[in-house]
């Protein structure tokens, strides 16, 4: 079976059955989805900016940006189309495509100010390094000014097999190697147990 398929196997299953949007998309709570939105909201200027969501989900970055009254251009992708499905039914003034991010290109190098993406590293898929590795790269290629994610900390008390854990000293490491020439590399901690964000601004 194809990372992809695994994918799409872990999250589909979940819509149509009336779940609330956070356990659809997997994660422990609305408060826990909506802090990583808010680590995203409030370190990052992000009014009337170019946002590309990678691995948009339902669309609830819209949701969470629009009750906090900021303007942006929205551009939302995600490999699962029944995914893009629901997040066009909901947010039909906004942009959705389903499509590979990392094997597609649609979009051109800098095509958008901001590049942010959550909970896409989460699945232990049997090889996250590389893959977080090879990602990180092409969001970086696509990023005018910034690049933000999260990921699963390896001092999480409460670790599944089912996920993957990352140390955040050597996931900023494997981005000092990119050479990116960037002005700024943020490591945020301790909002979530089990969670952190880096935001990387050229």
Not at 48 to 67: F, M, R, W
Request: include cysteine.
């Amino acid at each position: 079976m194809s990372k992809i398929e695994m994918i799409k196997q872990y999250y589909e299953p979940n819509l149509g059955k009336g779940l609330p949007d956070f356990k659809v998309l997997g994660w422990e709570s609305r408060e826990a989805q909506y802090m990583r939105f808010e680590m995203f909201g409030k370190n990052i200027e992000i009014e009337n900016k170019k946002l590309l969501d990678v691995g948009c989900g339902l669309g609830n970055l819209i949701e969470y940006l629009s009750e906090k009254g900021v303007s942006f251009d929205y551009t939302g992708v995600d490999i699962s189309q029944k995914m893009i499905d629901y997040a066009k039914k909901r947010n039909p003034t906004f942009r959705f495509l389903c499509l590979d991010i990392f094997n597609d290109n649609t979009f051109s190098p800098h095509d958008f100010d901001i590049v942010y993406t959550s909970g896409i590293f989460n699945l232990n898929l049997g090889n996250n390094n590389e893959f977080v590795e090879i990602a990180l790269k092409r969001l970086f290629y696509l990023a005018r000014s910034v690049v933000a994610f999260n990921l699963l900390h390896h001092k999480s008390p409460d670790k599944d097999d089912r996920y993957f854990y990352f140390s955040p000293e050597e996931i900023v490491e494997t981005i000092k190697h990119f050479k990116c020439d960037l002005s700024d590399i943020q490591v945020i901690e301790g909002y979530l147990k089990n969670d952190f964000m880096i935001i990387c601004k050229k």
